[in-house]
């Protein structure tokens, strides 16, 4: 795990999102115009992107398909994508990597080769974030890319498959940091946010009993209860389907998902909201 630390305004917008997957023919490119647009739309807007930047599936690899794929060479996939973020590089916090560049670590860390060229802090894998303005430290956030994280749910009713993959967003992240009130994790091409919980409270207060409910915790401690954080299963800008062409994820029968990021909401230099922002 890395701890990196970043600068922000205090009141901004943080957009997480990955799963780009340059060089694969079912790429979003719209929807990542329309990312950058947003990005670069407010003076306050930052970014962190989450892994995954390239799909670095060699054409010796089982998983490569000559149809779904227009470069099949990593180190040109890198080098695109790097002129494509340096138009808002500036505005990065933080750059992980995901499994498809890890699955080329023979070649050497392909991730933190991106980072470097665009000059923005290397979080690997793993990462603490901490969050400070002027003033000083505003929050954490706990941001990863694991091999293995996928959603499912067998439920018959539609909204209650979207409840089971929620509540296992966020029993993959609650243990991995105590103190982080946000935590992310990208690679299930899912775009999901788990709020803090409105849990109803009783307490006493000068001699009489009274209610309250639950909310996102800012205060900065050693140690924040796990439902008074936000959850986010990042989302992706990789097209379940593309006509005239049989992609893995068909092949694997997965189900058509929502391509975007998620937006982490900063006011008064605290975190009020994480948000989904669904792209086309």
Known sequence: MRLLTALIPSNCEIAMHGCTHEGNMQTCDSGMEQTFEWIMAGRNR???FTGDAIEAITTDDKRYQHDTTYDPIPMRQLARLVERYRPIQKRGLAWLAGNHEFKLQRFGDLGAEMAERLDIPYGGCAAKLLLKDK?????????CHPNRFQLRSGAKDYEQRVANMKAQVKRFLTDKAGDCVVMAAANAHKLLIVDPSPKLVIFDEGGKLKQDYLVGDNSMP?????????????????RTMILGHDGYAERAGYDPVELGFAVVEIRDRKVVAVKRMVVD
Do not use: H, Q, T
Not at 135 to 143: C, D, E, F, S, T
């Open 46 to 48: 930052r970014f962190i």
């Open 135 to 143: 003033r000083g430290p505003i929050a954490k956030v706990y941001l």
């Open 222 to 238: 050693r140690y924040i209860d796990p439902d008074r954080r936000w959850y986010a299963s990042i989302g992706s800008y990789l």
